[in-house]
T-cell receptor
Framework: DAKTTQPPSMDCAEGRAANLPCNHS???????VYWYRQIHSQGPQYIIH???NNETNEMASLIITEDRKSSTLILPHATLRDTAVYYC????????????FGEGTQLTVNP | GAVVSQHPSRVICKSGTSVKIECRSL??????MFWYRQFPKKSLMLMAT?????????EQGVEKDKFLINHASLTLSTLTVTSAHPEDSSFYIC???????????FGDGTRLSIL
């Protein structure tokens, strides 16, 4: 699986948009970009994933650059409960393919 | 959304005890389940991949006789930490994958403390 690079930490004010970047310059054509988050002492929570096009769901938006070498996860109105470690992962889209976790970004939402 | 239940959430036991952790997919059939381990302030490390009805595939450095995995049905996988010692204390997390193009979903983890 392609390696990803994320900033180790970010801060965001409550109510503002949180934009979390991820570089995946060695991504291959059949690898998807996945985002998960882990709140302290819980299992990771799936947020969103995409291949080429931008994606949006009730939790977040995912913006993937045209060359697919980087992406940004956007939480449009961050709340204190969004404080977590956010993981950007690329993986092949097969049912048995693994998720390889990097160090992620610790997002802290401040009041 | 998809739910994965992991039990127990916390275990404290004496050295030498074997501990079994269950992982269940509650509303979908999981052809593949994964077991991870996480140390404090570290990321998740994949231990093994289990497919229903077949032997688990272990990552390099993970002792298969120490960490026994059984995936007997499409909704249940178990991890047994045999003869646990203090160095086995960790946060163990399972995930389950169903159909193609569906994301993996994770349990809430089991915090294992060996005294």
């Amino acid at each position: 699986d392609a390696k990803t690079t994320q900033p180790p930490s970010m801060d965001c004010a409550e109510g503002r948009a949180a934009n979390l970047p991820c570089n995946h310059s060695t991504i291959s054509g059949n690898e998807y970009v996945y985002w998960y988050r882990q709140i302290h002492s819980q299992g990771p929570q799936y947020i969103i994933h995409g291949l080429k096009n931008n994606e949006t769901n009730e939790m977040a938006s995912l913006i993937i650059t045209e060359d697919r070498k980087s992406s940004t996860l956007i939480l449009p109105h961050a709340t204190l409960r969004d404080t977590a470690v956010y993981y950007c992962i690329v993986r092949l889209e097969t049912s048995g393919s693994r998720l390889t976790f990097g160090e992620g970004t610790q997002l802290t939402v401040n009041p | 959304g998809a739910v994965v239940s992991q039990h127990p959430s916390r275990v404290i036991c004496k050295s030498g005890t074997s501990v079994k952790i269950e992982c269940r997919s509650l509303d979908f059939q999981a052809t593949t389940m994964f077991w991870y381990r996480q140390f404090p302030k570290k990321s998740l490390m994949l231990m093994a991949t289990s497919n229903e009805g077949s032997k688990a595939t272990y990552e390099q450095g993970v002792e298969k006789d120490k960490f026994l995995i059984n995936h007997a049905s499409l909704t249940l996988s178990t991890l047994t930490v045999t003869s646990a010692h203090p160095e086995d204390s960790s946060f163990y997390i399972c995930s389950a994958a169903g159909q193609l193009n569906q994301p993996q979903h994770f349990g809430d983890g089991t915090r294992l403390s060996i005294l």
